[in-house]
């Protein structure tokens, strides 16, 4: 069975140690095992990637890109096998890794324009004295990413960061480390010469041996606001710079005027998509007054969704028994409040075929409370399920939304004008759709939540991810004064 290693310097490093078991979510089968890299595996590959910085960060923008262009061709011709990968590890059906594959690729391409939006200023700000700001990167960055998207996520930092000049460490998920594995033949193939992009695999300890390195200069993060918040104070005291991007509760508010048809659609869309792990996921629809042709639209569209990892109305998996247990007890915990459960994804625990393949199976689920209070409306859950609460008016909706402590994604499905701005002036969300359940700006928009949805600073992608990754070099310069000026003219 492989052992999934550290890539430092274009090399494969194995070496003894702890290793951890990787589970495929759909078989609940060990399918690889994952190195836990030490002190000095990690100080290894700060040191391999400090070496490459400087020869790294002299080349040109234009020439760094060439790379990523090779790069992202490599990417599409395996994309097949990129996604595989992710459907065997992560559990998502065949259709969404390839979308997940895609949407990665896109933040490859925004990369590719770097030349043209990294330019400086340049003003001669008194006669014959010229100041100029230039974009120059850190040094070596890190990234630590989540287990949801194995490849898109990689993807929002790593083409940004070695385009603008840094070399980089990508820490993948524990859970789900094949595909990046898999990746680094690809940058191999693209010919980035060594120490550009490395990996260290790991857990905890091997996140912070990271950050507190005193060579790594920024750190980025994606995965649960507890972390999030955690490496942010702790990279904020050692002065690094930091964007760390935490959990969700998305909120979508349905207008008594909207389109049933569509917005039913798009609703189960966006909670069952990926079996509703996504950060952009909606976890609480806020109807206006009773709306039950909307309810059973939701009911009957989540309904004909089928356990399976392949086809439109597959859904897959979620990711371990840990995570299948906790949507359960939300579940348990909302029947009992006296909330009414409209669709029940336990049913799929108890269905023969599925229990035989060992896999970690829940259903979409639909719960209508009667109590505000009610656990599964406020905490993140992660999984297919969807909470509804009957709003007396806009007011009520907004107040709900605006009571949560995340800040990633809201959304409001109507037909009137008046009422999407009323909503879109108000929602205390960084990303915020009309009629679009997972608003997701697409590059060249950045992608970042606000509140307990992201710590630091900047956005993680797009614009955002270029200022995050550099920062601005000022210089003034004078050669030779004309005569008649004074040092204000
Ligand atoms: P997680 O926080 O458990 O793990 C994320 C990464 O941090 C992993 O690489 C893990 O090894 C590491 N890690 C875990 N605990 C740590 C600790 N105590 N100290 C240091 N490192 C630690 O998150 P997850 O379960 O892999 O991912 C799901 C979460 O990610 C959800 O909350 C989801 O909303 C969030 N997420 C957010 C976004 C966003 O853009 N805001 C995007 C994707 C996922």
């Not at 890539?7 to 399918?31: C, L, M, Q, R, W």
């Not at 070596?140 to 000049?165: D, H």
């Not at 595909?179 to 857990?203: C, S």
Request: proline share 5%; net charge neutral; hydrophobic share 40%.
């Amino acid at each position: 069975m492989a052992t999934i290693t550290n890539f430092i310097n274009n090399e494969y490093t194995p070496v003894a140690g702890d290793k951890i078991p990787v589970h495929s979510p759909g078989s609940g089968k060990t399918i690889a095992h994952v190195q836990l890299s030490t002190q000095d595996q990690v100080n290894d590959a700060v040191e391999k990637a400090h070496t490459a910085f400087l020869a790294w960060s002299n080349r040109t923008v234009k020439d760094r890109v060439q790379y990523l262009i090779r790069f992202h061709q490599l990417v599409i011709k395996h994309k097949d096998e990129l996604a595989d990968l992710i459907v065997l590890e992560h559990g998502k059906t065949k259709e969404e890794a390839l979308a997940e594959i895609a949407k990665g690729n896109e933040t490859v391409e925004f990369a590719l324009s770097l030349p043209q939006l990294i330019l400086g200023h340049s003003l001669e700000v008194s006669r014959g004295v010229y100041c100029q700001d230039v974009r120059r990167p850190h040094g070596v960055v890190v990234s630590i990413v989540p287990f949801n998207f194995p490849f898109m996520v990689p993807m929002w930092t790593l083409p940004i960061a070695i385009a603008t000049g840094n070399t980089f460490i990508l820490k993948p998920s524990e859970k789900v480390p094949l595909t990046m594995n898999k990746t680094m033949e690809l940058i191999k193939e693209a010919g980035f010469p060594e120490g550009v992009v490395n990996i260290v695999n790991g857990t905890v300890n091997t996140v912070q041996l990271l950050c507190d390195h005193p060579k790594t200069k920024a750190i980025t993060f994606v995965g649960t606001s507890h972390v999030a918040e955690l490496l942010s104070h702790r990279c904020r005291l050692l002065n690094k710079r930091i964007i760390a991007l935490g959990g969700a509760k998305n909120h979508l508010i349905a207008s008594k005027d909207c389109n049933i048809d569509m917005a039913s659609s798009d609703i189960v869309a966006s909670f069952t998509g990926c079996s509703g792990q996504r950060c952009m996921a909606a976890s609480v629809l806020l109807t206006l007054g009773k709306q039950p042709e909307l309810l059973d639209a939701i009911v009957a569209k989540a309904k004909a969704l089928q356990p399976g990892q392949a086809g439109k109305s597959a859904m897959g998996p979620v990711i371990d028994i840990a995570s299948r247990d906790k949507i359960v007890r939300y579940i348990e915990e909302s029947e009992k409040a006296g909330a009414q459960i409209l669709l029940d994804g336990r049913t799929w625990l108890k269905d023969e075929k599925l229990v035989a393949t060992g896999g970690f199976w829940v259903g979409p689920t639909v719960i209508l409370h009667k109590n505000k209070q009610d656990k599964a409306l406020h905490d993140e859950i992660f999984g297919p399920v969807i909470s509804i609460y009957e709003c007396e008016n806009q007011e009520e909706a907004i107040a709900i939304e605006n009571a949560n402590p995340y800040g990633n994604a809201a959304c409001i499905y109507t037909n009137s004008g008046a009422i999407a701005e009323w909503f879109t002036k108000r929602f205390s969300a960084g990303m915020i759709g009309v009629n679009i359940g997972v608003p997701v700006p697409r590059e060249p928009f950045s992608f970042g939540g606000i509140n307990r949805s992201k710590f630091g600073d900047f956005d993680i992608t797009g614009h955002g991810g270029m200022e995050f990754f550099t920062s601005l070099r000022k210089t003034t310069t004078k050669w030779v004064i004309p005569k008649e000026a004074n040092w204000m003219n």
